[in-house]
């Protein structure tokens, strides 16, 4: 697990943090291509981290696709700032989240057909609520992942967006993204009752900090110019509580 977030936090990293120019964060994306490239031929990769995942994947037989798609994910976010439609929305959330959820139902052998899509619903919900928080920080580098279609249906601006104003339709808009959000997580809920032990503890540990996260947006009506949702200790003890009774 160590490993895996290793990989995807360098990854993001190269996409997200720094000053670097767009070409030289995809030659960095790149360089990590190489080095799975490397263990998909069964050849010794060139740095620590990749020679320690190789023998990771090698020992608890992960799938390459997930790594690669996570890569593919912070790439498009060094050229794609809007996006037209929530299809497309659902492409990223696809390859930027799903894959870890996949990762880990691998890592526990527990990935069925079934139990696959169930952590797809979830990340994707997860990927979702997260940019729900992050409006106001990602518009500072200029990128805006609630759907064009959406903003132009309830008549919401970028320019509003840049403003950080919440008036007008903005709170109706928020709400329809939260509902989609929701709904979305809720049906990967079984997950966490499906699956045993630790690990079914923690997807229903995720499942219930997400859900306390959209209710925070909801009572903020969706204000998160002016409130971005943390969870605190309360809501940490009230998640720990829901996931021990599985609630």
């Known amino acids: 697990i160590a490993l895996i977030y290793a990989f995807a936090r360098q990854a993001d990293d190269f996409a997200n943090e720094g000053d670097l120019l767009p070409e030289h964060r995809i ?17 010794k990769p060139n740095t620590e981290l990749f020679i320690a995942l190789q023998i990771a994947i090698e020992k608890h037989r992960l799938p390459t696709q997930p790594f690669y ?9 060094v050229i794609k700032t809007r996006y037209q439609d929530f299809g497309e929305v659902m492409s990223y959330c696809r390859r930027s989240a799903n894959p870890v959820g996949r990762l880990m139902l691998s890592l526990y052998q527990a990935d069925t057909p079934q139990n696959v899509g169930m952590a797809d619903a979830i990340c994707s ?13 990602d ?12 903003l132009e249906k309830y008549k919401v601006t970028e320019a509003q967006i840049i403003r950080g104003d919440a008036s007008g339709t ?3 808009m928020m709400e329809f993204q939260i509902n989609r959000a929701r709904k979305l997580l809720q049906s990967g809920a079984p997950l966490g009752l499906t699956l ?3 690990i079914g503890f923690e997807m229903r540990m995720i499942i219930a900090g997400g859900e306390r996260v959209l209710k ?11 409130f ?19 609630k």
């Open 27 to 43: 030659a960095l994306l790149d360089g990590f291509k190489e080095e799975l490239d490397r263990i998909q031929r069964n050849v």
């Open 170 to 172: 903005w709170g109706l």
């Open 139 to 150: 518009i500072q580098k200029n990128r805006i992942y609630l759907p064009q279609a959406d």
């Open 196 to 198: 045993p032990g630790r």
């Open 228 to 246: 971005r949702p943390q969870l605190g200790k309360k809501d940490w003890l009230y998640i720990a509580y829901r996931a021990f009774s599985k």
């Open 69 to 77: 798609d996570l890569l593919d994910a912070f790439s498009q976010d």
């Open 216 to 226: 925070k947006l909801h009572q903020a009506h969706g204000n998160v110019f002016e």
């Open 125 to 137: 919900a997860l990927q979702l609520i997260n940019f729900l928080q992050d409006i106001a920080i």
